[in-house]
Structures are given as structure tokens and as C-alpha cells.
């Protein structure tokens, strides 16, 4: 009498509880990435209404030099290319975004004169997130008050 030879196919795979598992911890690790994400996006977005505005303090600055007086509309200064910022110099020489619906400008913003100016720029991120720079350097995110 022969033996029959019994061969056991054995099954390799995850379980439906396993796969649920690793399921919900990558959703747990998209829901604390997500914000932390739109957050980093927008720092990197006012990183651009900083340098341009520390530009065109520069170029303002080497107006004066030359010629005394702070009036020079642009100065020279144009923003990077693809800018997302509304920027503000004297009213007549402001540059709009379509990217940026926002346009609130402080009070004083916008001006120059022979002796000081103040201007600045604005972006709708999750609020309207507006940024000023005058002749002091001193460069102000007005929405925050820092």
C-alpha cells in the first residue's frame, strides 16, 4: 500500500486586520502632516514678500545715496518673476499678482517723500498676510504686529 503524500499550500499574505492597521496609521500621520505642510508653504511664500522687500529697500537706499531723495518710484527694483505678493510703492507705481486677491494696505504705506518712504506687500494666504518695509529697515508683518 502506497502513502499518499499530503502537500499543504501554505498561504502567505496580510490579514484584513493588518492592512487596516497600517491604513489608519498613515491617515494618523497625513492628519498631523497636512498642516504642518500648508504651513511651511505659506513661510516660504512671505520668504518672497521679505526678499523682495528688503530689495527695494536696498534700491531705495541707493537712490538716496545718489540723488538725496527717496522719490524714485520703483527704483530701479522689480520683484522675482511668478511673484505672489500685490506690491505697493507710491501708488502710482504699484505691482499687482493675480495669485494675490489681497490688497489691504495700512495706513502710511505707499509713500515716499525726500525723506522717508514705506512700502510694502500683500498676499491672501489663510488670512491676508501684509508686510511693510520704510526707510529704517524696519520690516513689519502687520497682520501679526511682529
Known amino acids: 500500500m502506497k502513502k499518499k503524500l499530503m502537500l499543504h499550500k501554505i498561504e502567505r499574505g496580510f490579514t484584513m486586520i493588518e492592512i487596516m492597521i497600517v491604513v489608519a496609521i498613515i491617515g494618523i500621520l497625513a492628519a498631523i502632516a497636512i498642516p504642518n505642510f500648508a504651513k511651511f508653504q505659506n513661510r516660504a511664500k512671505q520668504s518672497e514678500a521679505k526678499a523682495n522687500l528688503k530689495a527695494f529697500f536696498t534700491s531705495a537706499k541707493a537712490n538716496y545715496a545718489e ?7 520703483l527704483c530701479g527694483w522689480s520683484p ?4 505672489k505678493y500685490n506690491y505697493w ?4 507705481n ?3 499678482s493675480a495669485d494675490a486677491t489681497c490688497t489691504t494696505k495700512p495706513a502710511g504705506s505707499g509713500s515716499q517723500s525726500t525723506t522717508a518712504f514705506t512700502t510694502g506687500a500683500a498676499h ?14 524696519n520690516l513689519t508683518n502687520v497682520a501679526n504686529g511682529t
Open 89 to 92: 510703492v507710491d501708488g502710482t
Open 80 to 83: 522675482e518673476a511668478n511673484y
Open 124 to 137: 491672501n494666504l489663510s488670512s491676508c498676510d501684509t508686510w511693510t518695509i520704510d526707510n529704517a529697515n
Open 67 to 73: 540723488r538725496s531723495t527717496y522719490v524714485c518710484g
Open 94 to 96: 504699484d505691482l499687482s
